[in-house]
């Protein structure tokens, strides 16, 4: 194909902020989508996102979560979830080298090689791939940047010797227990980290390393793609990994991915190997300097399908790629589905057409989360299409709700939990596909709440099992303490915690497992608080005009003065008794509030029609948002004298008034507009220098001391003279006087007495 717009491909070792170049340079487009490798990584770039933007603006789209507002300008999502057809300036794909990927190698090289932004396309990843990607997008440029941060080898070390802020690294869950376990009986306890994890556990353990409740994290190489940590130093426990079909060593490059998340942003960080294990000659010093072997074949598959036939969809599926340098991916788990279900007469029989092969094959696709027997999956796939296909064209309600049913447990221990986490995210996958089920919403609602409740209950268990009584932090100083020969606080007078702690309930279950007396949970689940808070839609939020957000009743921060008018920041209110990683994720929800709080109020100014118009009408809409709807025209002549009719007269159309002395938005005015444009004020120009709130069908105010003129102008009160008019009414005045209207006369127009009308008027006029 043809690359009319620039390619982009960013290439280098990790820690080189490759991703966020990748997001800057989309938001200073108009729209644009990010492909990333993991449901983890695309809800941590969501948040980033959404924080800088709001959550109006932003979509999240995983195999199992859509967050889709009403026209969102940014889309971040996984590679297989990403809308394909879906039309935006910016476009890139992270990690790119997992192209050569077995499984999913094939869904990167597809996007590798048809999918491009309007204006922009960026592929982020390593750089064995600059061979390939030389040859197959010989359009691209290649950049790359040094690491922010050194990453050195520091060669084996005893399990009991690691440095704090340590991640162990193995690649099987058994040893991912016994290293855990043998961390919490030595230093207090450790952090897990799984591929199988639910983000919510994943968060919740995280957030125990982040905080510093835990030195330690164990993980597997979950962490290794993109997931930032405060890690300083990644110690490999095992080289060896099952990859799906057979148990290899981990070739250089792998390792090195993992290693990089030691040292973040500017801060050093070190990697090695836990004794006796040691690296293989060279591969330290290849990691090092970031030198490997090139990327020499990647995974390929025919993205265009024939729908006529079952057969006919195998033989296209079958199709070889052109380029030597691409293979043909044999073992697609989708693939593998459709080739079983082809065998099966009654899934012949129903599979007549393009529609019903084509739903065959979207049903083929739905992943097999549990990875236990894959004839129990295909099993499960049959019975779906078998519904989907049948009269209903639906999945039967009372079938679907026994099935979920079943999964709804939060007893059990670890693998047990782990696996149905698995079954419920299939269940999640589905109801997501709104034409399969009724009620898609409240389905998913359902399934999420579910997996909910599931990852609470993981995460318990994971700290019972593997965080030491009356641990956290003070477990982990405890036992550096005892390495020094200092005395430890005998367990049988635990130091009390306090309710409000958001590990009080941890805390509570630790005290269940331990000897004597229990200690009662406490009656406030903060943990379930601050996701209700995360997770709560932009209609469950207020603001006063004073710009102190509340949740309900509750105070949770205050609008504080950020880097620009529209950009406000934001200080937490009353929750210090939060723990940092719980208080880190309250912010961003705030900060995300606030965005939408801006994107809602300029609304007007931002329909796609007003953000197609021509140079000078887009001079004129940026003013207005620059004074949050309200400009002197005097500060426009130039972009009023080049302003066509028509543009003219589409900015009227939406309530967009271009006036002799004063530009505004007449939607603006109104009384709710007025509070959410006092709250912005109160927050970059400091509460002593805004104006009261005016009173409602107030038409101008006397100016105060000490207030800002410009406050009052981005309220919609511009100042003439010794009055702060609103500007529809400024605007009336001044159309009168022009035409010989005595300004006597018009002081009931300004809402003033008398003997301040000529005053008022000459600033009118000057």
């Avoid at 490798?37 to 959404?50: H, K």
């Avoid at 057979?246 to 998340?261: F, K, N, S, T």
């Avoid at 236990?372 to 009372?398: K, R």
């Avoid at 430890?488 to 009080?504: K, L, T, Y």
Wanted: proline share 6%.
């Amino acid at each position: 194909m043809v690359d009319a717009s620039p390619i982009t491909a960013v290439l280098g070792p990790t820690n080189t902020g490759k991703t966020h170049r990748a997001i800057e340079r989309m938001l200073a487009h108009d729209s644009g989508m990010i492909g990333l490798p993991l449901r983890l990584l695309a809800r941590e770039v969501y948040d980033r996102v959404s924080t800088r933007v709001g959550e109006a603006r932003v979509a999240l789209v995983t195999g199992e979560e859509k967050r889709v507002p009403r026209r969102p300008d940014y889309w971040v999502c996984t590679v297989e979830a990403m809308p394909v057809d879906l039309e935006v300036d910016f476009l890139a794909i992270d990690e790119i080298q997992l192209a050569a990927h077995d499984q999913r190698g094939h869904v990167f090289t597809e996007r590798l090689l048809l999918s491009r932004g309007r204006r922009e396309t960026w592929f982020l990843g390593a750089d064995t791939m600059r061979p390939l990607m030389a040859e197959l997008v010989p359009t691209a440029k290649i950049v790359q940047h040094p690491r922010l941060s050194r990453l050195a080898s520091a060669g084996a070390g005893k399990l009991s010797r690691l440095p704090p802020r340590s991640a162990v690294v193995a690649f099987s869950t058994p040893q991912v227990y016994e290293i855990a376990e043998r961390l919490r009986a030595q230093r207090g306890g450790a952090a897990v980290v799984l591929g199988a994890l639910s983000p919510r556990t994943r968060n919740a353990q995280v957030a125990l390393f982040q905080s510093g409740e835990v030195d330690y994290l164990v993980a597997t190489d979950a962490i290794g793609m993109g997931l930032n940590l405060d890690v300083r130093h990644v110690a490999f426990a095992a080289l060896r990994k099952f990859d799906g079909r057979a148990v290899r060593d981990l070739d250089p490059a792998e390792l090195a991915q993992i290693a990089g998340r030691a040292g973040r942003h500017l801060a050093d960080g070190t990697f090695g190997t836990v004794a006796p294990l040691s690296l293989p000659d060279g591969v330290a010093a290849a990691i090092e300097a970031h030198r490997f072997p090139p990327v020499r074949r990647l995974l390929w598959r025919n993205s265009e399908l024939d729908w006529s036939s079952i057969d006919a969809l195998l033989a296209s599926l079958r199709e070889r790629p052109r380029s030597r340098s691409l293979k043909l991916v044999d073992d697609a788990e989708d693939t593998a589905a459709l080739m079983r279900l082809a065998e099966d007469p009654e899934v012949r029989a129903r599979a007549r057409g393009r529609e019903a092969v084509a739903l065959l094959w979207e049903v083929c696709r739905i992943p097999d989360f549990r990875k236990l027997l894959f004839e129990s999956h295909v099993a499960l796939l049959a019975e779906i299409y078998g519904q989907l296909s049948g009269p209903s064209a639906a999945l039967d309600t009372d079938w679907m709700a026994a099935r979920v049913a079943e999964i709804d447990d939060v007893g059990g221990d670890i693998d047990t939990l782990i696996t149905r986490i698995a079954s419920i995210r299939t269940w999640t996958y589905i109801s997501n596909h709104g034409r399969w089920v009724r009620d898609a919403a409240a389905w998913q609602d359902r399934t999420r709440a579910i997996e909910d409740r599931l990852s609470d209950a993981l995460h318990e268990r994971l700290v019972q099992r593997f965080v030491e009584r009356g641990g956290g932090a003070r477990a982990s100083s405890g036992a550096r303490a005892v390495a020094r020969g200092g005395q430890r606080r005998a367990e049988a007078e635990p130091e009390p915690v306090d309710p409000g702690h958001p590990f009080a309930r941890i805390a509570a279950l630790r005290a269940l497992l331990a000897p004597g007396p229990a200690a009662p949970a406490p009656e406030d689940d903060r943990a379930r608080w601050v996701e209700a808070i995360v997770g709560a839609p932009h209609e469950r939020f207020s603001v006063d005009a004073a710009g102190r957000i509340a949740h309900g009743e509750r105070p949770l921060g205050q609008l504080a003065r950020g880097p620009t008018l529209l950009l406000p920041d934001v200080r937490l209110a009353e929750l210090d008794d939060l723990g940092a990683g719980a208080r880190s994720r309250v912010l961003r929800r705030l900060v995300a509030f606030a965005r939408d709080l801006v994107e809602e109020l300029l609304a007007p100014l931002r329909s796609p029609e007003v953000r197609a118009l021509p140079g000078a009408a887009r001079g004129i809409v940026y003013q207005l948002e620059q004074g949050l709807g309200t400009a002197a025209a005097r500060d426009a002549e130039e972009q009023i004298a080049e302003l066509a009719p028509e543009d003219r007269a589409l900015l009227k159309a939406h309530g967009i008034e271009v006036g002799e002395r004063v530009l505004y938005v007449q939607q603006l005015l109104r009384r709710g507009a007025l509070e959410r444009r006092l709250s912005l004020c109160a927050a970059w120009f400091g509460r002593g220098r805004v104006p009261a709130c005016p009173a409602p069908g107030a038409v101008s105010v006397p100016v105060a001391r000490g207030v800002d003129p410009r406050a009052y102008a981005a309220i919609g009160y511009p100042v003439f003279g010794t009055r702060a008019l609103r500007a529809d009414v400024a605007e009336r005045v001044h159309r009168a006087l022009a035409s010989g209207e005595p300004a006597a006369r018009l002081s009931s127009w300004m809402g003033c007495p008398a003997r301040e009308a000529p005053r008022v008027a000459a600033s009118l006029l000057g």
